[in-house]
T-cell receptor, first 115, second 110 residues
């Protein structure tokens, strides 16, 4: 089946640094990828829709300058959390679309901890 | 907002069938029903999806009512490893964004 790989799976860094998370579709081309964040005991919250070769579409309330999304190829989208602070600590998950009515496939998530 | 409503939690005895309901009364004609589950600290796992007809795969069965306003996910013989949060989602195509509701937290009890 379709596989989506996320890297890193876990990262700890100091406040003020920037962190990049990669999302790759390993065996298919994904023209559209999605980024979510999830706080403990809560559901997934959609942050943005990433389209290959164009600017990402951010959900209301998500700071586009804080969460930079790049989708430079059909198999890779990246999320960069800029100048990260402790409140950015969360579980970040990506998903990728194949086509038509096929289900989206999700990565295993990245747990980000900002000290 | 999510287009579906689900009970917040359910229990099921190990080895018994788990029946998870979902209401999607505003579903449109071209929207599919998808089910995912999320085991703690992992990304959501796809289970099954359908449009009108009932569907079955190696993991589960999906029963969709004739008016398509509700559906039921059936795990025929629940195991402890089926303990997870189950999400019911409706959307038209793979490119449409998915808004997750709170889902149903299923606990399989020995």
């Amino acid at each position: 089946g379709a596989v989506v790989s996320q890297h890193p799976s876990w990262v700890i860094c100091k406040s003020g640094t920037s962190v990049k998370i990669e999302c790759r579709s390993l065996d298919f081309q994904a023209t559209t990828m999605f980024w979510y964040r999830q706080f403990p005991k809560q559901s997934l919250m959609l942050m943005a829709t990433s389209n290959e070769g164009s600017k990402a579409t951010y959900e209301q309330g998500v700071e586009k300058d804080k969460f930079l999304i790049n989708h430079a190829s059909l198999t890779l989208s990246t999320l960069t959390v800029t100048s990260a602070h402790p409140e950015d600590s969360s579980f970040y998950i990506c998903s990728a679309s194949i086509r038509g009515a096929q289900p989206q496939h999700f990565g295993d998530g990245t747990r980000l901890s900002i000290l | 907002d999510a287009k579906t409503t689900q009970p917040p939690s359910m229990d099921c005895a190990e080895g018994r069938a788990a029946n998870l309901p979902c209401n999607h009364s505003t579903i449109s004609g071209n929207e599919y029903v998808y089910w995912y589950r999320q085991i703690h600290s992992q990304g959501p796992q796809y289970i099954i999806h359908g449009l009108k007809n009932n569907e079955t795969n190696e993991m589960a069965s999906l029963i969709i009512t004739e008016d398509r306003k509700s559906s039921t996910l059936i795990l025929p013989h629940a195991t402890l490893r089926d303990t997870a949060v189950y999400y019911c989602i409706v959307r038209e195509t793979s490119y449409d964004k998915v808004i997750f509701g709170p889902g149903t937290s299923l606990s399989v009890i020995p």
